[in-house]
């Protein structure tokens, strides 16, 4: 298999994943979502295993499509492109002026939000619940990232 070829499957695979990760977190987002999400249903999380699953689910999925997107995907798509992939800085400052994301440093906020949510809840229901519903906020926005991606590839006939 040759270097194009290789290329071009890795990036037709990290597409898919995209999209399944993409429609998983949409489809969290909407059930964990059909009511605010305020702190005392953070506190009732201990007393509600599916609402604790779903809250579970929707942190790891975005955290999941985060990852996916700015380890995996983007580095891919920079590579294919003949560009260096440089440091994870460098590829938000790429991808931001390619116009497949909006705003770097926003990146980088969804990035602390991830951390947060996955590290701080457990003494604050507080802290989780403000966290979920900026995480909530920036689901479109990575739903957008992905999109961006996988049309650049399409564009350039890498999913044919």
Request: glycine share 6%; net charge negative; proline share 3%.
């Amino acid at each position: 298999m040759t270097q194009d070829a290789a290329t071009r499957q890795r990036l037709q695979f990290l597409v898919r994943v995209v999209r399944r990760e993409s429609e998983h977190l949409a489809l969290t987002d909407r059930r964990l979502y059909q009511q605010p999400f305020t702190s005392a249903r953070a506190i009732a999380l201990q007393d509600n295993a599916d609402e604790a699953e779903r809250v579970e689910a929707f942190v790891g999925r975005f955290g999941r499509l985060q990852d996916t997107l700015g380890d995996k995907l983007l580095p891919a798509y920079l590579s294919a492109e003949g560009e260096s992939p440089g440091t994870a800085l460098d590829r938000l400052d790429r991808a931001e002026q390619l116009g497949l994301l909006s705003s770097a440093d926003e990146w980088l906020a969804m990035r602390k939000l991830r951390n947060q949510m996955v590290h701080e809840y457990i003494e604050d229901p507080n802290i989780l619940a403000d966290a979920l519903n900026n995480g909530h906020r920036f689901v479109p926005i990575l739903l957008d990232v992905a999109e961006a991606l996988t049309q650049a590839i399409g564009r350039r006939g890498w999913l044919q």
